[in-house]
């Protein structure tokens, strides 16, 4: 079975800094992974996804992901954080095993401090 | 395309009130999935469909709760009777193989039952 962690309910970043949102998965094939993102009153929107090939995944607002298969993480980064970054991130994973069938994790909320 | 289209977008009802949620999901896409969010639970899968058949609905809490898929762009999720602990933010999603696994979530329907 599928799972995804992520480490952090909550991370607090100042404006500029770097933002990094850990998440580890587990599957016993080859992994699907996406990073969505979560606006206040808004829905899921898909801000990265790593199927094959290049193991580093750039995705929108500045926002790159590494999938590392030795250490089972897909860990999400940007350089500099910016005030509007303010949101939920949500980790997921599937496989073909799991058909269309996403396991997402608990979510990260991100604060920005001016 | 005007992506996953959810109504109504809120929704107040009374206690023991029958509700009706509708999701169009992009057109072309097989899979449509049911959410349900809320703080205490975070992101809960209810029920997934492919090809307008339920796959899996386990997710779905109890017998109150009902989703069909008559066709290829419309579901409903009913909950009848409606209780104030289903208050909560259902999310609806598409996805197909084809577009990398990746879902397309709807905006959301705030269901407030009081």
């Known amino acids: 079975a599928q799972s995804v962690t992520q480490l952090g309910s909550h991370v607090s970043v100042s404006e500029g800094a770097l933002v990094l949102l850990r998440c580890n998965y587990s599957s016993s094939v080859p992994p699907y992974l996406f990073w969505y993102v979560q606006y206040p009153n808004q829905g899921l929107q898909l801000l990265l996804k790593y199927t094959t090939g290049a193991t580093l995944v750039k995705g929108i607002n500045g926002f790159e992901a590494e999938f590392k298969k030795s250490e089972t993480s897909f860990h999400l980064t940007k350089p500099s954080a910016h005030m509007s970054d303010a949101a939920e991130y949500f980790c997921?994973?599937?496989?073909?095993?799991?058909?269309?069938?996403?396991?997402f994790g608990g979510g990260t909320r991100v604060l920005v401090k001016p | 395309d005007a992506g996953v289209i959810q109504s109504p977008r809120h929704e107040v009802t009374e206690m023991g009130q029958e509700v009706t949620l509708r999701c169009k999901p992009i057109?072309?896409?097989?899979?449509l999935f049911w959410y349900r969010q809320t703080m205490m639970r975070g992101l809960e899968l209810l029920i997934y469909?492919?090809?307008?058949?339920?796959?899996?609905d386990s997710g779905m809490p109890e017998d109150r709760f009902s989703a069909k898929m008559p066709n290829a762009s419309f579901s409903t999720l009913k909950i009848q009777p409606s209780e104030p602990r289903d208050s909560a933010v259902y999310f609806c999603?598409?996805?197909?193989?084809?577009?990398?696994?990746?879902?397309?979530f709807g905006s959301g329907t705030r269901l407030t039952v009081v």
């Open positions: 469909f492919n090809n307008n058949v339920p796959i899996d």
């Open positions: 057109s072309g896409h097989d899979y």
């Open positions: 997921a994973v599937t496989d073909k095993a799991a058909g269309n069938k996403l396991t």
């Open positions: 999603a598409s996805s197909s193989p084809l577009t990398g696994r990746g879902y397309t």
